[in-house]
């Protein structure tokens, strides 16, 4: 967002503070988030490094399922490693985002700032949303090992024709735009 010398345009402030949630039920919406955010070094930091560490994970995802070079594919350990190694970065950022995320809420946080606006709603829901992110976690972490011990046990009995395979449609997808947008 840019505001020109002619006072044309928005800025991110008056945008945040514009911005009305649906139905108006869920308080003050965004009001006070920009001055929070410029206010707090650790809070920007915060954010710069978990958006970093996200696309460092996509990166290490998209160079192990799409590789770009015609015999990175073949060679499956330079892939793994490859892969593993931006894991382990994005890893690390990650740690830093949280750590810098938990110093401002210690530091920098006012509650009387930010009173019923997006901040504060999700500081008092953090105990439901945690509760949700663990339960979901689970579902999807008891599936995954169901899964492998189904086909395990189908291959252990020479029936491999009984194994669930999943189609990787999303990662088919990315790769038929990519090569469409190649030309």
């Known amino acids: 967002m840019y505001r020109t010398n002619f006072g044309i345009e928005h800025n991110m402030k008056d945008l945040l503070d514009?911005?009305?949630?649906?139905?108006?039920?869920?308080g003050r919406g965004h009001k006070g988030l920009y001055d929070t955010i410029n206010n707090s070094l650790h809070f920007q930091l915060g954010l710069a490094l978990a958006s970093l560490g996200v696309i460092t994970s996509l990166?290490?995802?998209?160079m192990y399922s799409l590789p770009a070079y015609a015999f990175i594919a073949q060679?499956?350990?330079?892939?793994?490693?490859?892969?593993t190694h931006h894991q382990y970065i994005a890893g690390f950022i990650m740690t830093g985002a949280f750590a810098h995320g938990a110093i401002f809420f210690i530091r920098d946080y006012n509650?009387?700032?930010?009173?019923d606006n997006v901040l504060a709603r999700m500081l008092d829901h953090k105990e439901a949303i945690i509760s949700h992110l663990c339960w979901a976690s689970l579902f999807m972490g008891f599936h995954t090992l169901g899964l492998y011990v189904h086909n395990d046990v189908m291959l252990?009995?020479?029936?491999?024709?009984?194994?669930?395979?999943?189609?990787p449609i999303f990662a088919q997808w990315i790769q038929s735009i990519e090569q469409n947008s190649l030309g």
Not at 18 to 26: E, Q, Y
Not at 75 to 83: K, M, N
């Open 111 to 115: 509650p009387e700032k930010t009173e």
């Open 156 to 167: 252990a009995f020479g029936t491999p024709e009984k194994q669930i395979l999943i189609e």
């Open 18 to 26: 514009a911005h009305i949630p649906p139905g108006g039920r869920l």
């Open 75 to 83: 060679d499956f350990t330079t892939q793994a490693a490859l892969y």
């Open 59 to 62: 990166v290490a995802q998209h």
